[in-house]
C-alpha cells in the first residue's frame, strides 16, 4: 500500500522559513516525479515545484527563488525549503508523486499538511 506522510508545517512570520517533507513509502516500480501543490481558502489547488527522477526542478513563478525543491531517491523523500514566506503563501501543501506501477502510472497524494505566514 503506497503511502504518503508530509511534516514540517505551522505558523511562521512573514520573512520566515519552513522546510517541507514527505516521505513515501510502498511498492512501485518505479518514482518518475514528486512535487508540492498548495490550495489556499477560495482557490484552486496550484502546483508550487516538482522534480523529476533525474533531478530537474520546476516552480511556479511566484515562487521561484525563494523555494527550493529537493529529493532523497534513497530514502524516497522530497523536501521544500521555503524561504522569505509571504503571506499569501498560506496553504494547505499537498505531497505528490507520479509513480510506475503494474498498470501503468498512478498519482498518489499525500494528506495535506496547513502552512500559515501571519504575523
Known amino acids: 500500500q503506497v503511502q504518503l506522510v508530509e511534516s514540517g508545517g505551522g505558523l511562521v512570520q512573514p520573512g520566515g522559513s519552513l522546510r517541507l517533507s514527505c516521505d513515501f513509502s510502498?511498492?512501485?516500480?518505479?518514482?518518475?516525479?514528486m512535487g508540492w501543490y498548495r490550495q489556499a481558502p477560495g482557490k484552486q489547488r496550484e502546483l508550487v515545484a516538482s522534480?523529476?527522477?533525474?533531478?530537474?526542478?520546476n516552480y511556479a513563478d511566484s515562487v521561484k527563488g525563494r523555494f527550493t525543491i529537493s529529493s532523497d531517491n534513497v530514502k524516497d523523500t522530497v523536501y521544500l525549503q521555503m524561504n522569505d514566506l509571504k503571506s499569501e503563501d498560506t496553504a494547505v501543501y499537498s505531497c505528490?508523486?507520479?509513480?510506475?506501477?503494474?498498470?501503468?502510472?498512478?498519482?498518489?497524494w499525500g494528506q495535506g499538511i496547513q502552512v500559515n505566514v501571519s504575523s
Open positions: 505528490n508523486v507520479a509513480a510506475v506501477v503494474a498498470d501503468g502510472e498512478h498519482i498518489y
Open positions: 522534480i523529476t527522477n533525474g533531478g530537474r526542478p
Open positions: 510502498g511498492s512501485v516500480t518505479s518514482i518518475n516525479a
